[in-house]
């Protein structure tokens, strides 16, 4: 009888032990459980930075967590469009000018915000960052969907990639924005979404997220390219006989490109239509750039300078060589086109449209393919891999904290914005 009850309690203990395995949870828990310790991390970071920061034009001394992650910087934008809207006049200074203004801030974000604001009477400052934060989740689980999806030749290797991608994602230097009141939390989900619904050929729901995408930021264009590669695979595959890629399909996927298209024109043809004034979009962004012009990669040519001084071509040369590497190196291919497509035609139209200063980190954090790329570079062995991860993880969480601690943290004397 005694030998029966052993026999029947070490399975029962087992199933009880194997119930809290973090291996046995569902790919989606698994990923939420990532995120979560990610974001906890980073409270404490914030708040650990906030015991050093002084008063200035958006906080009190010390501020509060919330108050800090949904204030500072560009938060107070959106805080501004979320209370007030936009104005119906572009401002301008004493020589006709037009100086920064609310137009530059696209309005999905404060937008959403202000919903939940309405429905729940909380504020801008409570609300903000904790949609910012729900929105970060939902966009790691998506990604590691996309990554699962879309790079089956990688997750093959090794399967564990799509959770590896989240965790590197998670700890970008820069990833701190997912919980504050930017953007890039709603922005990473809307792509991410974007490119799963590409992969799997669902293309009126991804022309949805697409048309949302150009009111969130200014990243639409880089996906038209994603389409194109994609008509073009499916193109060749059905010349091949072995992809159904018919008149139909030719024009869903053509039409998807022309949404991406007039998606990454939309935003600034609304500030001419309010504004009466049609370029109002390109003169807003110029009142924030040094030269005051918006011309293509003219950044280059300056601000490096600023920054390294007589060794700005060495710096310059070398950072375009490194992202030239990781673009084209062979676990970037083996992502798959779309994902491939992405990471490499949004580093190019980064480069182009964007000013390469202080905020050039944040914008590298959309191109999360790159992320599983870096991962994947190791392939020799499950053990070789797993130390790779953690010395990689190791040193973004590091740089993360200094992110955090040099660039969050406002000067009141003059600063360089996240």
């Known amino acids: 009888m005694s030998g029966r009850v052993t026999q029947l309690s070490a399975p029962s203990s087992v199933r009880r032990g194997a119930a809290y395995d973090p291996r046995t949870w569902p790919w989606w828990v698994q990923t939420l459980a990532v995120y979560a310790v990610s974001r906890v991390f980073l409270v404490v970071v914030f708040v650990r930075v906030a015991l050093v920061q002084k ?28 209370e007030n809207g936009y104005p119906a006049t572009l401002p301008v200074d004493s020589q006709g000018l037009v100086t920064q203004n609310a137009w530059a801030f696209f309005p999905a974000f404060p ?6 604001m309405n429905l729940t009477g909380g504020t801008w400052i409570v609300v903000a960052p904790l949609v910012a934060t729900v929105l970060g989740a939902a966009a790691m689980v998506v990604v590691h969907r996309v990554i699962s999806v879309g790079a089956p030749r990688a997750v093959e290797a090794w399967p564990g990639l799509p959770l590896a ?17 930017y953007t890039e939390s709603l922005a990473l989900l809307l792509i991410a979404s974007a490119l799963l619904l590409i992969i799997r050929r669902r293309y009126e729901w991804a022309a949805l997220v697409v048309v949302v995408l150009g009111f969130t930021r200014a990243v639409a264009l880089p996906m038209a390219v994603v389409v194109v590669v994609h008509g073009l695979v499916r193109w060749r595959a059905g010349r091949r006989h072995e992809d159904g890629f018919g008149v139909r399909d030719l024009v869903r996927v053509g039409a998807l490109a022309a949404v991406a298209v007039v998606s990454g024109f939309v935003w600034p043809a609304v500030c001419g239509w309010v ?4 370029n109002g979009y390109l003169l807003t962004q110029e009142s924030w750039r040094w030269a005051k012009t918006v011309e293509p990669f003219i950044g280059w040519t300056y ?34 086109r779309e994902l491939h497509a992405w990471a490499a035609s949004y580093v190019l139209y980064i480069a182009a449209v964007a000013e390469p200063g202080s905020s050039l980190a944040r914008f590298l954090l959309l191109a999360f393919p790159l992320g599983a790329a870096t991962v994947g570079v190791v392939t020799s ?15 973004m969480l590091a740089f993360q904290v200094l992110w955090v601690r040099q660039i969050w943290l406002f000067n009141p004397h003059g600063d360089w914005p996240p």
């Open 111 to 116: 937008m959403l915000v202000r919903t939940v």
């Open 275 to 278: 504004t009466g004034v049609p």
């Open 381 to 395: 062995s499950a053990r070789a891999r797993a130390r790779w991860l953690a010395l990689l993880l190791i040193a």
């Open 55 to 82: 008063a200035n034009l958006w906080t009190t001394a010390r501020p509060s967590y919330l108050s800090y992650v949904a204030t500072l910087f560009d938060g107070t934008w959106y805080r501004t469009i979320a």
């Open 303 to 336: 601000v490096p300078q600023y920054w390294f001084g007589s060794w700005a071509p060495v710096v310059v040369v070398g950072g375009l060589g490194l992202t030239a590497l990781t673009i084209l190196m062979p676990s970037a291919w083996r992502l798959g």
């Open 165 to 181: 991608t989240v965790a590197v994602v998670c700890a970008f230097p820069t990833s701190a924005v997912l919980q504050a009141a």
